[in-house]
């Protein structure tokens, strides 16, 4: 198991936390609207619930694409999905930190395939039973987004399926604090992360990631690309 990737994917999710706050704290305060504020072992039920179905379709999602890739790998290599998830991770801290919002584009092509998917959500709603909650969880995890598709890319640059879902789900793991915490102190959390230095700060160490990702991605191409040594080529041929 490479543990660096897995550190990597969770602070990716970690300080992402702005963004997740942003996009899906107003997803779980209407959810937990339904609850009284004076049953918090109830709403608190229904927030692990919520995040547990979410989190099983990050880990779907992880295992789809990563199958799809290997299905067309001679197209795809390792290393250039990498490069790919380098430059996503780049344009997500451009995008926390308002300087380049490109990704939206990006979120909108995820959009299209949303739209069949969301229409299941109003069938749940309003959430009155666990199941309701879980399965509420699971649409709620195919909702477009810059900071899924950007952990997607780096995911799927692992070596095997397992190892691709298990990156995926130390992502999933950084963004828990930021949205368990939404469903719960949603407005402060708002103001906290509305503040432009955090912001700018979570962008640059995201946007150091993806930088870093880039490096060791061409590190690799350069890598498989070196000619093996005389002798051990002949020991080859022969």
């Not at 996503?88 to 490109?102: C, D, E, K, Q």
């Not at 700018?200 to 690309?225: K, N, S």
């Amino acid at each position: 198991m490479d543990w660096v990737s897995l550190f990597v994917a969770f602070s990716i999710g970690l300080l992402g936390g702005a963004h997740c706050i942003g996009m899906c704290g107003g997803i779980m305060g209407a959810l937990t609207m339904g609850v009284a504020d004076t049953n918090y072992q109830k709403r608190m039920y229904f927030i692990v619930l919520y995040n547990v179905g979410r989190i099983s379709s990050y880990l779907l999602i992880a295992w789809i694409f990563y199958l799809f890739i290997d299905r067309i790998q001679v197209y795809f290599s390792i290393q250039f999905m990498r490069f790919i998830a380098g430059l996503l991770l780049i344009a997500m801290g451009l995008y926390l930190a308002n300087w380049w919002r490109g990704l939206v584009y990006l979120e909108k092509t995820g959009s299209y395939l949303w739209r069949y998917i969301q229409p299941f959500s109003r069938s749940l709603l309003p959430v009155k039973t666990p199941c309701q909650a879980l399965f509420l969880g699971a649409v709620w995890g195919w909702l477009p987004c810059g900071l899924i598709y950007s952990a997607l890319a780096y995911a799927v640059a692992a070596e095997s399926a397992l190892q691709a879902v298990i990156t995926m789900l130390a992502f999933a793991l950084g963004t828990l604090p930021a949205v368990m915490a939404s469903g719960l102190l949603a407005e402060r959390l708002v103001t906290l992360v509305k503040n432009t230095s955090i912001r700018q700060g979570m962008a640059v160490l995201i946007i150091v990631f993806g930088v870093w990702t880039l490096v060791i991605a061409q590190q690799h191409r350069h890598h498989t690309a070196e000619p093996a040594p005389i002798g051990e080529a002949q020991h080859h041929h022969s």
